[in-house]
Structure formats: structure tokens, C-alpha cells
């Protein structure tokens, strides 16, 4: 018989298939370190800019974006806008300001190589509609930089809850907002029935939500105070992978009362197309007891049966009221009551003795010993004065 090789002998894989399942293994473990190691970005990386080498012959259309702003930016827009100009034609976007429609309108160029300048520079002359300043205003032309305009004016009905809950977003001498804009690191305008922002695209999430929620009647305070634990939280390495949930406070509403629920429900059945079934007649009951078939005499024999029975009931239960006064009362348990104990015996003798001595003395009069400390005081004076 021929022998059989050593990889091949018995159930379980030969050496050179360990060695590569271990090389697989291996391999996974790295792709799988390498994967957490994505997921955070290091600190100090930027994305780099885009140049003209990226896309060196251009656009092939030319775009444009108009918006309207009001009557009263209409100064502070003819002072700044060279600047305007100025800051566009660095990216090769030409801007028009129109005073008689009360429009801006951005254009890009045959020179335009990013696609983006076109968003920026809209994104640009919105904000300076919104009464955002100039010198903020043009820093969405930076590539770090986004920009969101929160429309708040349909959130609330009354117009008076909506102005006190804008006032709330402010504070006091602007403290809430100015607090908002440290966190997040964003510029926040609160301009009429909008809240213009510009900043970071983390920092415009977390404001659009402290916006929303003010709207709501929750009080900027609490989401300030969440933003401030999460920036603690930050800067610790080992919590960057792990939930905070457990770290953040939890928020609960007091002041709501709950609706009083009413005592009768009413309930409303299952529609059904079909109509209700139709009650049945004295003549269909008699028929389901037998009744009909009766004659009048064996009738009228059972009308008396049940009359007489129903007045036998009646007696009885008057008869039982009554019987109700002669029952006797429960008579309570009787309580013994303790002698009073003769081991400790008064000596009266000794009271009557300290009567007699209270009787004796006048009220508010010295004891003996006083008067004769007194006495003698008084014959030393009248021993000094002789």
C-alpha cells in the first residue's frame, strides 16, 4: 500500500492553508484598524485649494443668481460696494448692483475656473440682504466657511410670543447670542423674520438647532449649557470614540400641566356600510318562548303568577326594613380599668407643713437669713454715722 502524505492525512487543513488563513486574518485586522483610524481627522489637516491647474480651460456656461434686499441697506450696499467688487474679481465674478429694482446680481466669466465661486458669491450678496456686514460677509468666499439663513417667521402664530422668543435668542445686552457665537464659532445675525449665520459646517448645525428650539419654547440657557459639556468633552482622546449620552444633562418639562382627562369617553364603533339589525317584535318574542301558542285563559294565568311573585318579593323586602329597627346594637367591649398602684405612698404631713410656711410668708418677703444679713448692715451704718 502507498503511503499517504502528511498534508492530506486526516480530517483538519494542512500547514500551507493555516499559514494563508493567518495571512487573511492578519490582513483583516489591518483594514480594520486602518478603518478607525479614518474615522477621525487630524488635527491641523485642511483640504487643499482649488487652482486653476485643476481646471485649467474653464466653464463651458455662464451663470448667474439675483436676489432683492430692502429699501434701508440700500446706502450701507452703494458705500461697500467696490469692495464687493473687489473681493469677487479675485475669484473672476463680476457683480451689478441695480438701485432702481433693489437687486444684486453675480456673474461668473470666460476667466471663472471654479465651478463653486459662483455658490460662494450668491451665498455672499444674500447675507448682505440679511444685514450681515460686510467685512463678515466675505468670508464665505473661504473654503472652511458655509453660511445658513434660518427662516424663523412662520414658526410662531401670535406676532407677540414671536418677538418675546426672538428677544430670548438675543438675551440680555445680546449675552445668549454672543455665548452661542464662542461655542459654535459662527457669526449669528438676528435680522426680522431671519437668523443669518456663518462659520464652520459644526458649528451651523449646532445653531440651527438652538434656533429651532427656541422657537419652541425651550429656553436657549439648556442647549448652551449641552454645548459647553461637549466641548469638555472634546478635548479628551478617549472619549472621541464613545457615546455621551450619559455625560449630557436631561431636560425635563415642569411647568406643563397634564390635560384632565374626561370621566365619559366616548368611544366611537367601526364604521360599517351595513345597517344596524332590525329589533325584534313582541310577536317575534312570544314566538322564541313559546308565548304565542298559549290560549288566553293559560295566558293570563301566567301574568298573574309573576304579578303575585313580584308582590311576594316587595313584602318581603319591606318586612326586612322594618325588622332592621328591633335588631339590637353591637354593644362595645367593656375596658378595665387599672387600680391605681399604692407602692408609692405621699406623705402628707410633709405638704400640710409646706402649706402652713407659704401661708406664713408675705408675697415678694425675705427669708430669715436675709433679714438678718439686712439688720446687720443697718447697725453698722448707724455705728459709722455716731
Not at 443669518?196 to 427656541?214: M, N, Q
Not at 479628551?236 to 470614540?241: A, F, G, K, M, S
Not at 406664713?360 to 453698722?380: C, F, I, P
Amino acid at each position: 500500500m502507498a503511503a499517504v502524505p502528511e498534508e492530506e492525512a486526516g480530517p483538519g487543513p494542512g500547514p500551507k492553508r493555516r499559514e494563508k488563513q493567518k495571512g487573511r486574518n492578519k490582513k483583516k485586522a489591518a483594514s480594520a484598524v486602518d478603518e478607525s483610524e479614518l474615522l477621525t481627522v487630524p488635527d491641523g489637516w485642511k483640504e487643499p485649494a482649488f487652482t486653476r491647474e485643476d481646471n485649467p480651460k474653464g466653464l463651458l456656461e455662464e451663470s448667474s443668481f439675483a436676489t432683492l434686499f430692502p429699501k434701508y441697506r440700500e446706502a450701507y450696499l452703494k458705500e461697500c460696494w467696490p469692495l464687493v467688487q473687489k473681493a469677487l474679481g479675485e475669484h473672476y465674478v463680476n457683480a451689478a448692483l441695480d438701485l432702481i429694482e433693489g437687486s444684486m446680481t453675480v456673474t461668473t466669466t470666460k476667466k471663472t475656473f471654479d465651478p463653486y465661486a459662483i455658490i460662494r458669491a450668491r451665498d455672499l450678496i444674500k447675507l448682505l440682504a440679511r444685514s450681515v456686514p460686510f467685512e463678515q460677509a466675505v468670508r464665505i468666499l473661504q473654503d472652511d466657511v458655509a453660511c445658513d439663513i434660518i427662516k424663523i417667521g412662520s414658526l410662531v402664530r401670535k406676532r407677540e410670543t414671536f418677538i418675546k422668543r426672538r428677544a430670548r435668542l438675543l438675551g440680555p445686552k445680546g449675552s445668549t447670542l454672543k455665548a452661542l457665537e464662542l461655542l459654535t464659532n459662527c457669526y449669528i445675525m438676528v435680522q426680522g423674520n431671519t437668523v443669518s449665520a456663518l462659520g464652520p459646517f459644526s458649528g451651523l448645525k449646532e445653531v440651527r438647532k438652538v434656533v429651532l428650539d427656541t422657537m419652541k419654547n425651550i429656553h436657549p440657557i439648556y442647549n448652551i449649557k449641552t454645548l459647553m459639556i461637549k466641548r469638555e468633552l472634546a478635548k479628551d482622546p478617549e472619549l472621541r470614540t464613545q457615546s455621551w449620552e450619559r455625560f449630557l444633562p436631561k431636560f425635563k418639562r415642569k411647568n406643563l400641566k397634564k390635560r384632565k382627562e374626561p370621566k365619559k369617553k366616548n368611544t366611537k364603533k367601526e364604521y360599517t356600510p351595513f345597517p344596524p339589525p332590525q329589533p325584534e317584535s313582541q310577536i317575534d318574542k312570544e314566538l322564541a318562548s313559546g308565548e304565542y301558542f298559549l290560549k288566553e285563559r293559560q295566558k293570563k294565568r301566567k301574568k298573574m303568577e309573576e304579578i303575585k311573585a313580584k308582590q311576594a318579593d316587595a313584602i318581603k323586602r319591606r318586612q326586612e326594613e322594618r325588622n332592621k329597627a328591633f335588631i339590637p346594637p353591637k354593644e362595645k367591649p367593656v375596658v378595665k380599668t387599672k387600680k391605681a398602684s399604692t407602692e408609692k405612698k405621699i406623705d402628707i404631713e410633709a405638704i400640710k407643713e409646706k402649706v402652713k410656711n407659704a401661708k406664713k410668708k408675705k408675697l415678694g418677703a425675705l427669708s430669715e437669713e436675709e433679714v438678718k444679713l439686712k439688720m446687720a448692715a443697718d447697725e453698722k451704718k448707724k455705728k459709722k454715722k455716731k
